[in-house]
């Protein structure tokens, strides 16, 4: 029988509405239930196009025995991550805190107050590496929980003060030491730098969009060659390996080796927006037709796979099909000559480096494109027929539901890619979704809700990532078009960022100052996967006093950068869309810090 999440909106929670588990949805109810049960809570953490979420669900929250014991002793309760980044947050940082990583799916033991007491990422369904199973962690816990109760509540005590402390530390920087942090950033970052496979740092690799950016508004400002170099290199091997769809368009997570060959499959909004602005502006940099190439491939991904029939974006297509991961897009030298005959097979197999021990597993490849071929025509017919007999497979699954701050992100990316491309589609399908987050997303009372899904919004508040990103994206929307009221609903949006998510000195937190309380309020000033709700608004803040003239935004903007860049001088990787603001800031006030 389905279970409570039959009726959520969140495509992730309905995956697991055919559990045997009793779950339920983040809210009162479940720790209601917890304290009349007088049982612990169990938060499962996930996303929808998760791998080892999936993993876990069959091996755990499938299994009747694992099942029936977590029903009886806890309450369980599923998340969305994406649904719910600021449950995600606190949790994550506890997680990051006990155990040294974090990750998804995320395992978290809480008390009747929301209090972690133990956190942990994945469980097997056996002991394995030095990991207990997950039943041996459920009947510890359980143990714990009834006999040694005040050992529990002392580790929920310690634990919630520390998130407490590690919330609310802050850094400062004055607004003259500017140039003189970002050089610092710039050492800091180049050591990391790979020079022979592009990117930063070793396996696993990701697209390091945000830290991108900033390098090309620094070579702007400086001319140092090194920087642009850091960026080309990096963007030419993404766009030859295999975390580039080589047939559709569009990236992937991230890379598993070094070498960007073989990715984790799941394709994100938010990596493939951030990207095709990326690819954009390493054009108009240097001119290469590689990046022209990519940046018009991701657009057309985006519209192609990724656009809802309201006018919105997914958020993601699935790492798996079927349960296997990458099934939809290796290939063995037998299937390319099956599609392409034996001649055509042979020249594809050798130009996309897909040999007959394979690039993955089970002896098939990922299409890597390591050279351009001396026959583009030729290429382009083979890509053509791949790409309509890869259509004929089993696909992955989509996670249709509309995030705000991944579709604002969407929308600059889209308005920017049509004017600097001149294709006119790239703008309407911009000027569509901005419509739909601001008829959907946006109430009455003018608060943003953080998803929809096939029109119909979510309960979740918008956080200040939603508020930040769509400020971005209209006015990126703006400068294309000229319609002044893209302009006018983004200055009433970073109004309320400042209002509602603001101290008035700089610093903001991820959550409004009506929401929903949780252990600790997050405030999480890092960029991650995207522009953290801090920094994009700062960003979009310097953008809207940009074009408006407006004092009180550009000193809004300044005070919320210099903050940021406290971080970015000695941990660039995590701060790069404050810099890239930092950088706009040196430039004056009539920098435009969106095209």
Known sequence: MPNRLASATSPYLLQHAENPVDWWEWGPEAFDEARRRDVPVLVSIGYAACHWCHVMAHESFEDDRVAAYLNDHFVAVKVDREERPDVDAVYMSATTALTGHGGWPMTVLVDHAGRPFYAGTYFPPEPRHGMPSFVQLLTAVHRTWTEGRDE???????????LRASASADGTLPVGDLEAALDDAYRALRPAYDATRGGF?????????????????LHARTSDPDALAMVSGTCEAMARGGIHDQLAGGFARYSVDERWTVPHFEKMLYDNAQLVRVYLHW???????????????????LLRDLRTPEGGFASALDADTDGVEGLTYAWTPDELAEVLGPEDGAWA???LQVTPRGTFEHGR???ALRVDPEDPARWESV?????????????PARDDKVVTAWNGLAVAALAEAGALLDEPTYVEAARACADLLLRVHLTAEGRLRRVSRAGVVGRPDGVLEDHGCLAEGLL???????????LEHAGRLLDTALARFGDGEGSFHDTADDAE?????PRDPSDNASPSGWSGTAAALLSYAALTGSAAHRTAAERATARLVALGRAHPRFAGWALAAAEALLDGPREVAVI
């Open 152 to 162: 529990v509540e002392g580790a929920a005590d310690r634990i919630a003060v520390a």
């Open 201 to 217: 740092g070793g396996a696993p690799k990701f697209p390091p969009s945000m830290v991108l950016e900033w390098l090309l508004r």
């Open 283 to 301: 054009w108009r940099a240097t001119g290469n037709p590689l990046a022209e190439r990519i940046a018009r491939s991701t657009a057309d991904f």
């Open 349 to 351: 197999a050798h130009l």
């Open 365 to 367: 490849s990922v299409l």
């Open 383 to 395: 890509r053509v027929a791949l790409l309509s007999a890869r259509d004929l497979r089993r696909q």
């Open 476 to 486: 990126a929307l703006y400068q294309v078009t000229g319609e002044r009221r893209w």
């Open 517 to 521: 309380p949780l252990v600790v309020r």
